[in-house]
């Protein structure tokens, strides 16, 4: 069956244009000519994308666009953003309010046929990643800070709200006994993964691991960790982490760790059972030289080529920065995103107990996660597809 594309205008004119050029490439088309009447239609129907003018008399389009990623049952859907301005100032607010693409009135019907399979095509993607790839093994996604208080367990969490904005089902975990502190950033109990951790091996099975998972208001199954010394100094069975890793992928969704900074004991043996590594770093000189030594070790432990993802959590906006293509010199890698500055929202975030792209979707840190998840799925994706093709 054809996709289904909703077109959202006030302009009768301009709707029947937009429909006919869409039918022309083979798409069913539904039509809606208010703010309102989009939303509803877009809630009824879930169409596979939408195209929404900006100036509708009953309520803008970056206000439906906001009010569609606010709901669980339409935030996912791909939104062109469309509009007779060419102000950047127009772009930026788009993005902000969550669309995915834009075009401006009048357009080309090649280039509205290309944006519009463009979208479609990147979200049959996700979807063939959300049903389990090719076969159910799921991914192993790492963050792991070159030194503390960087940001790391904040990217981790919010990566996985990222995931789960995505339609995805993705389990977070916090390798970091007795320092645990997703709990505390996200307001619910501990439950602590160092009971599995002091068992041994062969006693971990399936079941017993979801008994401990923690499922959280903002959609995520968690497997947390408490802080407390006991646990920081117990010794765990050293096989025993790469067991419960194991286990999980076996759950065929996306697991996610935390595994705080090298001097966590747990972190080595896990880091190596990545499928992606994101390191994160500040863009301070002496964090780079530590992240020059270290690199090539986890490059060594598993020889994949891209699976090292590096992202630059800025945390202050002030004080002096090495710029951004002198640490990817120095480094002799990519930098794949850049985390600005967001303390206010991390701290009312904390507050709620919500990742921050769940409690402010539309924020510019929200959507630098968002794409930064989204590089990590292609990522992923196209790993399965080279492993399907040999
Ligand atoms: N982009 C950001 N802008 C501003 N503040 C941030 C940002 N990311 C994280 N923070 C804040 O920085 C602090 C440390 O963050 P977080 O606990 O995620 O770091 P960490 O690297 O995991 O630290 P630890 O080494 O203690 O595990 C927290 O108060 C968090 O809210
Ligand atoms: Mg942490």
Same mark, same amino acid.
Request: proline fraction near 5%; include cysteine; glycine fraction near 6%.
């Given at each position: ?14 709707? %029947? ?7 022309? +490439? ?14 509803? !239609? ?31 049952? &339409?935030?996912? *859907? ?13 772009? =930026? ?23 519009? #399979? &463009?979208?479609?095509? %990147?979200?049959?993607? /996700? ?10 093994? @799921?991914?192993?996604? @790492?963050?792991?800070?070159? %030194? @503390? @208080?960087?940001?790391? &367990? ?10 789960? #904005? ?37 006693? $971990?099975?399936?079941? =017993? ?12 199954? /968690?497997? /947390? ?22 286990? $999980? ?16 004991? +747990? ?48 945390? &202050?906006?002030?004080? *002096? ?8 010199? =120095? ?50 994706? !196209? ?8």
């Amino acid at each position: 069956m054809s996709e289904k594309i909703l077109v959202v205008d006030d302009d009768i004119d301009s709707l %029947k244009l937009i429909g006919l050029m869409l039918q022309r +490439n083979g798409y069913q088309v539904s039509a809606a000519n208010a703010g309102y009447q989009a939303i509803a !239609k877009a809630t009824a129907e879930r169409p596979d994308l939408i195209i929404l003018d900006v100036m509708m008399p009953d309520m803008n389009g970056y206000e439906v666009c906001k009010r569609l990623r606010a709901n669980s049952e &339409t935030q996912h *859907i791909p939104i062109i953003m469309f509009t007779a301005k060419t102000l950047i100032d127009d772009k =930026v607010a788009g993005f902000e309010a969550g669309a995915d693409d834009y075009l401006t009135k009048p357009t080309h019907p090649t280039e509205l046929a290309v944006r519009v #399979r &463009t979208l479609l095509n %990147k979200r049959a993607a /996700l979807q063939r990643t959300a049903s389990g790839g090719r076969s159910n093994q @799921g991914v192993t996604l @790492g963050f792991m800070g070159i %030194k @503390g @208080g960087l940001g790391t &367990t904040t990217l981790a969490i919010n990566v996985a709200a990222a995931l789960h #904005r995505m339609e995805r089902n993705p389990v977070l975990v916090d390798m970091c006994p007795g320092s645990g502190s997703i709990a505390a950033m996200l307001n619910v109990q501990p439950r602590s993964i160092a009971e599995l951790l002091a068992k041994r091996a062969s006693e $971990l099975r399936q079941r =017993v691991l979801e008994d401990q998972f923690v499922h959280h208001q903002s959609g995520l199954s /968690l497997l /947390l960790s408490s802080a407390s010394f006991r646990e920081a100094q117990q010794n765990y069975p050293p096989e025993t982490a790469v067991a419960i890793v194991r286990q $999980l992928r076996e759950l065929g969704q996306p697991i996610l760790f935390d595994l705080g900074t090298p001097l966590n004991p +747990n972190c080595n043996q896990v880091q190596r059972e990545m499928d992606l590594l994101v390191v994160v770093i500040d863009a301070i000189r002496s964090t780079v030289d530590i992240a020059r030594q270290l690199l090539p070790q986890l490059e060594a432990a598993r020889a994949v080529p891209g699976r090292i993802h590096l992202v630059v959590v800025n945390r &202050t906006s002030g004080g *002096i920065f090495m710029p951004w293509h002198e640490i990817e010199q =120095v480094l002799g890698m990519d930098i794949r995103a850049i985390i600005p500055p967001a303390p206010e929202l991390a701290h009312q975030a904390m507050a709620a107990g919500m990742p921050i792209v769940k409690h402010q979707p539309s924020a510019i840190i929200s959507a630098q996660i968002m794409k930064l998840t989204e590089d990590l799925q292609t990522h992923v994706q !196209k790993h399965w597809d080279t492993e399907v093709a040999g």
